[in-house]
């Protein structure tokens, strides 16, 4: 017994009689477990060595070819009842999801070694941290946990002292997607993951705990769980604004969290608070505050430059493990757009060629701390977390949505936030490319029903005292021949400057039935490849097209039924309304 909680000592036993793994280690959280877990598996050839003098502490995992990304259609969220997890997720009755769980886990840690991981997600005592336990038989996901969250003794301290924990079990199983299952109990705040041992999937402090089981708990708690990155932005003057933005998966949270301003934008300075989630809670005057559950950042590789994000193209030169990249003849890790080398050896191992397709796998990813990241926020760690002047929503479109525009109040807000559609990418397995609803960025994230959502969402305007101001962004727009209209990058941040503008009341804007849209002449675009004309296409608003948007989402809020509140319909209808005068 390695603990004094009799409820967690009980727990690992119970699992360890049904999994019957040959050993049992209780991680300490400390870098020489890790350095021991890096070792274990260069044996094992979990991990392959890179080129340690140009890449020093970073090493390549290849996972399983069939295991590559979130499994959407294989995670559910099984509540007592199935109207409360909502048409917008999968369910199952709870009994019969761990009926067939304990038949998958039942031996399956033969041979293996069970990890005991406590972790923590929030900085270490904050008010707002919560806690968990994950149990696995991957090295890899112990070690990426290490990078991740705040994980060992520290965090078991707490629990102990705190007396619960949220339970997460996990084994990598067969790696066989006929036997894979991402299974959610947000009644009893605990998770079962069987068959993957990819991020989303199997680091269960991640989206299953810091988003889905989170977002239940958050609800009843009076909270908000959500999939977003928090930055803030200095000016020149050093006052700083925070902003928390909500894109879906490989839509460029991680670029945007670290962005570096363009050249013109002298004494501006942006500071990374997290890349992925933020948890936000209203404090004692009824400010929103934001912190970042995660101590680690899980990127997509792919396109990463000196140019598109230079800051994370120097964080990934050290300490770093990579999952499903190339390398180079040197044996340095290589990615497409990398910009520097040549692939020899494709993500799975195979001399490269390119009839096989890309070098690195689409959804290829970094894992490391995010102490490496040089605009790592020194209020990235405070217990009280970072007041938030802003929330951004967005997704990848390529028509219909402008560059920007501004909520009209929150409440609007929040239908802006429940209409976000995106193009699918590769971080999930099935079609790219096809536009989908995704409210929130949180379609393969909340843990209940989107209307009960909706709904808390709108509570906040009658319990805040300031409310954050709420945008939608889409640096994605394309033109006939398909060319991005805007430069994206670190250029977003003149756009981010608008924002910050009208928050401060500062300019002026175009009332527009959508919402407050920028004038041109508002938006900075000296030094940009930006023509005047391109701007007003950035910022065109199509009426016919937005009444078929707003017909579409008109159904697609149907299919939440009476669980939809009147609230959300009512901002609806003066919506089609102002697009009809
Ligand atoms: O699900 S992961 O956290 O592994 C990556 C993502 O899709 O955001
Ligand atoms: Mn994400």
Redesign the pocket.
């Known amino acids: 017994m390695n603990t004094r909680l009799q409820s967690l000592s009980d727990w690992v036993a119970e699992v360890a009689k049904l999994t019957q793994p040959d050993r049992i280690h209780w991680c300490d959280g400390s870098p020489a477990e890790y350095q021991s877990f890096i070792k274990q598996m260069l044996g094992s050839g979990d991990l392959i060595e890179l080129n340690q003098a140009s890449y020093p502490g970073c090493y390549l995992h290849r996972s399983d070819p069939n295991d590559v990304?979130?499994v959407e259609h294989l995670t559910y969220v099984c509540t007592s009842a199935k109207a409360d997890a909502g048409p917008n997720n999968h369910w199952m009755p709870p009994a019969e999801a761990k009926n067939m769980m304990h038949g998958f886990f039942d031996g399956c840690m033969k041979g293996r070694t069970l990890y005991v991981i406590p972790y923590c997600m929030g900085p270490l005592g904050s008010p707002y941290a919560r806690y968990g336990v994950e149990i696995t038989d991957s090295t890899y996901v112990a070690a990426n946990m290490y990078l991740m969250t705040r994980m060992g003794k520290p965090a078991l301290e707490q629990i102990e002292a705190a007396g619960s924990f949220i339970k997460g079990l996990h084994s990598i199983g067969e790696l066989d997607p006929e036997r894979r299952f991402i299974m959610h109990f947000p009644e009893e705040l605990t998770i079962m993951s069987y068959g993957s041992g990819?991020?989303?999937?199997a680091?269960l402090g991640?989206?299953c705990h810091a988003l889905r089981i989170a977002s239940y708990q958050a609800r009843t708690e009076g909270w908000l769980a959500e999939h977003m990155l928090i930055v803030g932005i200095e000016d020149p003057e050093g006052n700083t604004h925070y902003l928390a933005c909500a894109f879906p998966?490989?839509c460029g949270k991680t670029n945007l969290a670290m962005l570096i301003p363009p050249e013109r934008y002298k004494g501006w300075k942006v500071w990374t608070l997290g890349d992925?989630i933020a948890w936000m809670h209203l404090d004692a005057n009824g400010q929103l505050r934001a912190v970042n559950p995660e101590a680690g950042l899980?990127g997509v590789v792919p396109g990463t430059n000196r140019k598109t994000n230079p800051n994370a193209y120097d964080m990934i030169t050290r300490d770093t493990i990579f999952t499903n990249v190339a390398v180079t003849a040197d044996n340095e890790p290589w990615w497409e757009d990398k910009d520097v080398g040549k692939p020899a050896i494709d993500w799975q191992g195979r001399p490269y060629d390119s009839a096989n397709g890309p070098a690195a796998h689409p959804n290829s990813?970094f894992t490391v701390t995010a102490k490496n990241n040089p605009s790592y926020s020194s209020l990235a760690e405070a217990p009280e977390g970072v007041p938030i002047t802003a929330l951004v929503f967005g997704g990848r479109r390529r028509e219909l949505a402008p560059l920007v525009y501004q909520a009209k109040d929150w409440a609007h807000g929040v239908l802006v936030g429940a209409s976000v559609a995106s193009e699918t990418t590769a971080?999930?397995t099935g079609k790219v490319g096809v536009v989908r609803r995704d409210p929130m960025a949180m379609k393969?994230f909340c843990g209940y029903n989107f209307g009960d959502y909706w709904a808390h969402w709108l509570s906040f305007a009658d319990r805040a005292k300031t409310l954050p101001q709420i945008f939608h962004v889409n640096w994605f727009r394309r033109d006939a021949d398909g060319r991005f209209l805007w430069p994206g990058f670190g250029e977003n941040l003149r756009v981010l400057r608008w924002m910050i503008d009208r928050c401060e009341g500062r300019v002026g804007a175009q009332e527009m039935p959508i919402g407050h849209l920028p004038k041109p002449a508002d938006i900075d675009t000296t030094g940009l490849d930006v023509s005047k004309e391109t701007l007003e296409q950035l910022l065109a608003v199509d009426r016919g097209q937005w009444r078929e948007e707003l017909e579409h989402m008109a159904g697609y809020l149907k299919t939440f039924g009476d669980r939809v509140p009147k609230r959300l319909l009512d901002e609806h209808a003066k919506v089609v309304a102002a697009l009809k005068a």
């Open positions: 990304a979130r990819y991020g989303g999937n680091l991640k989206k998966s490989a992925d899980f990813r971080a999930a393969p």
